[in-house]
């Protein structure tokens, strides 16, 4: 009860609409021997009910039963119970993913790379920041069209969920739309947060509008520290980018009919 209260408390931006609580754990089964990891108890809360409850005055066990939590008869057991609700990753838009990190080094310049392989390097890169609280990332079938572009799973039973990622391999600011329009694709997918990559940097409108919102920006200095933290090194020069950009569209110019 105590962390679905904080959960609620903490959702100053009103995004939460209710939680669920599977409470997972990991102990030996004094009949086995062996190390298990069990559901042993599960609720889902909706906030606006949630918040009319008075908890310094309830008897805990009343309220989860009803609150229609079901739980193992003794948890002390570790008998394991169906959670009401599990985190769904099955997506159509999921494709295999492939190797970019190794194959960056102190020259590559990220605002340079194909866009496509910027995508996979940011799957890869997220991976290696959720391994060791065993989550998962999938990357999704490029579109271009500002979806989503990779999705993580983070398993951890009280701050994990769902997390939509969008790559912005870009040489200039990125304005307020492209965050607008990351809140959207979180609201839209269900997601706890949204975490938005590019190689530039994001305009005083686009921080003002991620304030007191589940959304996380991440600049191209943010990258490279990211990088860095996992022990890959690249740069990024905007510059270069910016010509590469002129000399693209002039040949394309050149080429029209």
């Known amino acids: 009860m105590r962390t679905i209260h904080e959960l609620f408390e903490a ?43 008075n908890l310094a005055g309830i008897d805990p066990k009343a309220c989860f039963k009803n ?16 959670p009401i609700m599990m985190i769904d990753k099955e997506d159509r838009r999921f494709i295999e993913g492939y190797g970019v990190v190794d194959s960056i080094n102190e020259g590559t310049n990220l605002a340079t790379m194909n866009w496509e392989d910027f995508e996979h390097l940011i799957r890869e890169l997220f991976e290696q920041e959720f391994v060791s609280t065993g989550g998962e990332v999938k990357v999704t079938q490029a579109s271009r069209d500002g979806g989503v572009d990779a999705i993580a799973f983070d398993p951890d039973p009280i701050r994990g969920g769902k997390i939509v990622i969008q790559a912005k391999r870009y040489a200039n600011t990125v304005g307020v739309s492209a965050v607008r329009d990351l809140y959207g694709t979180v609201m839209n997918e269900g997601a706890i947060k949204g975490i938005l990559v590019t190689t ?17 920006l991440l600049n191209g200095s943010n990258l490279l520290h990211l990088l860095e933290k996992h022990g890959h090194n690249a740069r990024i020069n905007l510059h270069e980018a910016k010509q590469e950009n002129k000399k693209f569209y002039s040949s394309a110019l050149h080429v029209m009919p």
Do not use: W
Not at 16 to 45: P, Y
Not at 201 to 215: C, M, N, Q, W
């Open 11 to 53: 959702d100053t931006a009103d995004a939460l609409d209710a939680v669920a609580f599977n409470g997972i754990v990991t102990a030996v089964d004094k009949t086995s021997g062996h190390k298990v990891t069990a559901c042993i108890l599960s609720v889902v809360c909706r906030k606006v009910a949630f918040m009319q409850i």
């Open 67 to 82: 609150l229609k939590g079901v739980a193992a008869s003794k948890l002390s057991g570790l008998s394991s119970v169906p």
């Open 200 to 216: 530039a940097d994001y305009g005083p409108d686009a921080y003002e509008f991620a304030k007191g919102k589940p959304l996380t």
